[in-house]
């Protein structure tokens, strides 16, 4: 429960899934987040706010850094960082140049599924500079909407990685505090896309939360009920204008489509555009793959499985062990179902077990469904010392009662 509920994180809510499982006297002493907050759909720029100086709705920063933000989900680390220190040269004390390094840092992290700790220091680093500034900003002008913004971005990305650490003290303060700049950022909905994004998760995820953990269905009743159509709207709104956070809400939303929403149709055309647009992005071609699979588009998983491979043994940033894990699984049940290659589809399963256990997964999933494929092979190669190997993992691995482990349970009976 708790992986899933890193999400939560994500739109400020991580404060009310800590609560929610504490006792009663911890829950005293933690912060108080039960107020009214009103983050209704604002379309329309506030009127009198001055807005020199910000270099969110900058044109000409944004046609400056253009090819930066390419290059930071292309995995173009380095040429992406060039160009956000010459944005912090000029712009020593704006928050928007740490903060975009910070994004690029966090963006070193994701291909591990958060696993790799080694950019952790410099992550934390990157935004609490961006937090000090927007601080030092927001002082001066409570007006100043651009750096609540980013106020409110920094805080909930230190938040995630905080609660990814298991760190759920520094995850619900980061987190209050986001929300509470959220809460003021929306008064500048309309100015630009960007600033729709922090409300358009909180609006999906409010609805999605309760309905999937009804334990915090009471916890919840202080904030808003939320709305998941209008929050897809305002998510699709912000993927299809923002600058600079429309590729992380087109992740979001394919993420969401496929997982939440049940519609691998919808993530389609949205994790083909990323994985075209950002050919080098490892875990955008991962996913993509992913949903190709699901989809039955096996000549297009098989194209992108190949170079997610090729991408991996050339030592390509952002290529490890998990987008391995992906692709020798999909060419693997390629080898097996469509080409009859059992010789190559073994080898394919086999290196997705070794990929699996050199990161640790191997509680479910594709480490799963490969030791099952190996299994089912050995068995018809009537190599009883392999299939016994294969389906005892299958049966530990499996969930009581599941059609694999009763297939597993049944075989291993058999052969005793």
Not at 74 to 90: G, P, W
Not at 157 to 166: E, P, S
Not at 376 to 400: C, G
Request: with cysteine; proline share 4%.
């Amino acid at each position: 429960m708790i992986l899933k509920l890193r999400f939560i994180l994500l739109l400020f809510l991580l404060p009310l899934t800590v609560w929610a499982q504490q006792s009663d006297t911890d829950r005293m002493a933690l912060p108080d987040t039960t107020r009214q907050v009103r983050l209704e759909n604002v379309d329309i720029a506030p009127n009198a706010v001055d807005t020199k100086g910000w270099l969110l709705l900058d044109k000409d920063i944004q046609t400056e850094l253009e090819g930066a933000v390419y290059n930071l989900y292309n995995f173009k680390y380095d040429k992406a960082e060039r160009q956000f220190r010459s944005l912090r040269r000029r712009y020593p004390n704006h928050p928007m140049p740490y903060f975009l390094l910070g994004l690029s840092t966090w963006w070193k992290i994701v291909p591990t599924n958060s696993q790799s700790k080694q950019y952790d220091k410099l992550f934390f680093a990157y935004m609490d500079t961006a937090i000090t500034k927007g601080e030092k900003l927001y002082q001066a002008d409570n007006r100043n909407y651009e750096a609540c913004f980013f106020l409110a971005a920094a805080y909930g990305f230190d938040g995630r990685l905080h609660a990814d650490r298991r760190d759920w003290r520094k995850a619900t303060v980061s987190a209050k505090r986001a929300l509470d700049y959220l809460e003021i950022s929306k008064e500048a909905n309309g100015l630009s896309p960007e600033f729709l994004f922090g409300q358009a998760l909180f609006n999906y995820y409010a609805v999605w939360i309760p309905d999937n953990y009804p334990l915090l269905k009471p916890v919840l009743l202080f904030f808003p009920k939320g709305n998941k159509a209008l929050g897809l709207q305002q998510l699709r709104n912000v993927a299809d204008n923002g600058f600079y956070v429309g590729p992380e809400a087109r992740v979001f939303l394919m993420k969401i489509l496929l997982n939440e929403e049940n519609k691998p149709e919808a993530a389609m055309p949205i994790a083909r555009y990323m994985a075209t647009t950002y050919p080098d992005n490892a875990y955008c071609q991962r996913f993509y793959s992913l949903v190709c699979f699901n989809q039955g588009e096996f000549r297009e998983c098989e194209r992108v499985s190949r170079e997610v491979l090729d991408k991996l043994n050339r030592g390509l940033p952002g290529y490890e062990a998990i987008s391995g894990r992906y692709a020798t699984y999909f060419l693997g049940w390629l080898m097996q179902n469509k080409y009859k290659d059992f010789s190559k589809a073994k080898d394919y399963y086999q290196r997705c077990i070794v990929f699996s256990e050199s990161t640790g997964e191997t509680t479910g999933g594709f480490y799963l469904y490969a030791n099952l494929a190996l299994a089912r092979i050995a068995e018809k190669d009537k190599d009883q010392q392999a299939a016994v190997r294969y389906y005892t993992v299958v049966r530990d691995k499996s969930e009581r009662n599941s059609e694999q482990y009763n297939e597993a349970k049944a075989y291993l009976k058999n052969k005793k």
